[in-house]
């Protein structure tokens, strides 16, 4: 089983980025994806959620409206579109596999947002 995340950068607030994360291993359509992060000397908190099927969505308060959460199946991908980024954003970003008593997690990829 692998999560691998791609996308870490370093952008100007205001900017974008997009992050991915492949999966291999397991039965992708069939878990619910999550994204996680964690600021340095902060707990890990959960940004995003995707239903395994049908496309529901639900984010934490502080992106909604300028993070978007998609999946892939056919690709065994999950997204985050993140816009309008801000320095409070700057953390270590997380894919997360779920189903039932299964969860599976990435090693994290490093976003920061600095001027």
């Known amino acids: 089983v692998q999560l691998v995340e791609s996308g870490r950068g370093l952008v100007q607030p205001g900017g974008s980025l997009r992050l991915s994360c492949a999966a291999s291993g397991f039965s992708f359509s069939s878990y619910v994806m999550r994204w996680y992060r964690q600021a340095p000397g902060k707990e890990r908190e959960l940004v995003a959620t995707i239903a395994s099927v049908g496309g529901n969505t639900n984010y934490t308060n502080s992106v909604k409206g300028r993070f978007t959460i998609s999946r892939v199946n056919a690709k065994n991908t999950v997204y985050l579109q993140m816009n309008s980024l801000k320095p409070e954003d700057t953390a270590v970003y997380y894919c997360?596999?779920?189903?039932?008593?299964?969860?599976?997690w990435g090693q994290g990829t490093q976003v920061t947002v600095s001027s």
């Open positions: 997360n596999a779920r189903r039932g008593m299964y969860a599976y």
